[in-house]
């Protein structure tokens, strides 16, 4: 893999975390917010964000439970940001748009946490 690839995964994959820590911050999860850059650990903020318990991430790890459990896991996060649980299909249908979708949100100044 050419190493301008992988630099530019490294940069997206910064840019989404980060997106991720500023949604973490406007819930007032300033302490944490760093989560966000390390994989299973943005899985236990998301978590946080919706207000389940943090040993929930071990559903993950349960085949065909995890498919179920991540589309219901991402409805609650949408309505707690204020959005509505409709933009899941953007992520089984089209990944990279829910993606940048996250982005945007993440860093706008008008995404409020609700919860």
């Known amino acids: 893999m050419p190493g301008y690839l992988i630099l530019l ?3 997206v994959y910064f840019v989404i975390c980060g997106g991720y820590a500023q949604i ?10 760093w989560f966000a ?17 943090a040993w929930w991430v071990l559903i993950c790890f349960v085949p065909v439970v995890n498919i179920v459990f991540m589309i219901i896991w991402q409805v609650k996060l949408l309505n707690a940001i204020g959005k509505h649980g409709a933009y899941v299909l ?5 990944p990279p748009v829910y993606v940048i979708l996250w ?4 860093y706008s100044s008008k995404t409020e946490y609700v919860l």
């Open 24 to 33: 973490a911050k406007k819930a007032y999860y300033d302490d944490i917010a």
């Open 37 to 53: 850059f390390i994989p299973l650990l943005s899985n236990i903020l998301q978590l946080k964000l919706i207000r389940v318990n």
């Open 9 to 11: 995964y490294i940069i």
């Open 90 to 94: 953007f992520c089984i249908f089209l």
């Open 103 to 106: 982005i945007v949100w993440g």
